[in-house]
């Protein structure tokens, strides 16, 4: 019997995202937003050379406050939040960050927070505008913020909305867009469709859904801002569902994330459709999950006789995945 198994050492880990504006990676993880700050910090927590894509913490145009207190309780199996994005504005945040971003061994994506289209606009013009000091490699758009032109509620939840935002970035930039949702996202494998259409390259499902708990007198939510976002295992099966709709549906290649917490979990996402897995809070109590994920996708592509880590991609699926 013939032993068709590769040399897991031979396994390509590149990951080519073609399209009208190509972004090439050097290995197909993915660090979430917000886990690792700005950058500058990231170097003495994980080794940034078993990344490929580093997504910064959001940013937005002028200063941002955070939420009241408490901002973070404990739930069943999990946590709700509600941190508000806080950051100190475009202009700082380069200043202090830039020249890391600059340095970094892998590919950056700056994470956008805005609540309206003008503020988008404003916000990639004034990165763009400070090319000297900024090197990024794509943009994140955070459809998980409450939109201002929706009654407060996520970008993601609408598609009409959605769109306006993605196109308004589209026209703002040639860099690649990340349109990041959470498993709430409506209709996943429409929604990668009209993403698609609106401009966006790659769509990340990395969000957090939102969740909300009364206080122990039942007066009022547990948090300041009442409702919050949600995380915990038992988040990672809705997250896994809304990669395998949105990768089924051949629109866009597909980043996914929630509550990858070793590298089997990091390898159902692949399974799942998806091209890329996003580390996230699990990073704080493993540095070395990066590496475990790269060993672990390497030793299964040998095992199926692959060549590339690509080979992972959409094998739980019923048909291929072709985005």
Known sequence: MTDERTN?????????????????????????????????????????????????????????????????????????????????????????????????????????????????????????????????????????????????????????????????????????LIAKVSPDVVAPGRFAGVAADAGADLLSVSGSPVGFIPNRTRSAGALADGHGELSGPLIRPRALAAVAEAASSGALPVIGGGEIGSPADALDYFAAGARLVSLGSALWADADLPRAVLESARRSAAARGGESVADLVGTALPRPVTG
């Open 8 to 176: 897991p050492t031979s396994i390509d880990l590149r990951v080519s995202l073609g399209g009208p504006r190509p972004l090439l990676l050097e290995r197909p993880i993915v660090t979430a937003s917000g886990i690792l700050g700005f950058g500058a910090e990231a170097g003495d927590l994980i080794d940034l050379r078993d990344v490929g894509l580093f997504v910064t913490r959001g940013v937005s145009f002028a200063a941002r406050g955070g939420s009241g207190l408490p901002r973070m309780v404990e739930v069943p199996g999990g946590a709700l939040h509600a941190i508000g994005r806080e950051n100190p504005g475009v202009d700082e945040v380069i200043d202090r960050h830039g020249a890391a971003w600059r340095a970094a061994p892998c590919a950056i994506a700056i994470s956008l927070v805005a609540t309206e289209l003008d503020s988008l606009t404003r916000l990639i013009a004034r990165i763009e505008s400070r090319a000297d000091r900024v090197a990024a490699d794509a943009y994140e758009l955070d459809l998980t913020v409450p939109s201002d032109g929706f009654d407060g509620m996520r970008w993601e939840r609408s598609l009409d909305e959605s769109a306006r935002l993605i196109d308004a970035a589209r026209d703002a930039t040639d860099l690649p």
